[in-house]
């Protein structure tokens, strides 16, 4: 069966520091892949989409970037941290046409 | 521009009450896809269902039962017998059906009080 991995599960960093999260999926092969964001008592929002390896869409204008090196794996990165990208970040994977599942999110507070 | 929306930001009842969550989209595909997920206090998202666009027929499973009626743009779910364990925020979320990327509603936060 098909499992997604999120790490961390929090992280509090400085402002102005990297950021580096990480999610990889096992038991399938070329799967599509997401990251979301989601503020503090709000929506989620779609950040980045994947469809294979070295594609990246991003969705919203922002201070991060995604990469994805290897066909399971989808790493959310920013070179400086600001104030408002504290919030839930959450992989998700799906394939084929099904629904999408998600990991266990990453709590990200900026102080 | 797809959009979904929750109009109700929270919702209380009594355990053992029928409890009904809406959702109202916009789109402009004629093909595309409607969820709801499920967020626990632990933050995981889980998946509940999903329906296609040409597919109305509202849907049962256990004490979950879902109304999809395209003529209103409308993809309710509604709770029977509501338990405390179905506390939770409760998302809808729309997709068109190529590389699927969800759009959300901002949610309903349901508690059943024992």
């Known amino acids: 069966s098909q499992t997604i991995h999120q790490w961390p599960a929090t992280l509090v960093q400085p402002v102005g520091s990297p950021l580096s999260l990480e999610c990889t999926v096992e038991g399938t092969s070329n799967p599509n892949l997401y990251w979301y964001r989601q503020a503090a008592g709000r929506g989620l929002q779609l950040l980045f989409y994947s469809v294979g390896i070295g594609q990246i869409s991003s969705e919203v204008p922002q201070n991060l970037s995604a990469s994805r090196p290897q066909d399971r794996q989808f790493i959310l990165s920013s070179k400086k941290l600001l104030l408002s990208d504290s919030g839930f970040y959450l992989c998700?994977?799906?394939?084929?046409?099904?629904?999408?599942?998600f990991g266990d999110g990453t709590r990200l507070s900026i102080l | 521009a797809q959009k979904v929306t929750q109009a109700q930001t929270e919702i209380s009842v009594v355990e053992k009450e029928d409890v009904t969550l809406d959702c109202v989209y916009e789109t402009r595909d004629t093909t595309y896809y409607l969820f709801w997920y499920k967020q626990p206090p632990s933050g995981e998202l889980v998946f509940l269902i999903r329906r296609n666009s040409f597919d109305e027929q509202n849907e049962i499973s256990g004490r979950y039962s879902w109304n999809f009626q395209k003529s209103t743009s409308s993809f309710n779910f509604t709770i029977t017998a509501s338990q405390v364990v179905d506390s939770a925020v409760y998302f809808c979320a729309l997709s068109d059906t190529g590389a699927q990327k969800l759009v959300f509603g901002q949610g309903t936060r349901l508690t059943i009080n024992p």
């Open positions: 998700a994977w799906a394939q084929n046409y099904q629904p999408q599942h």
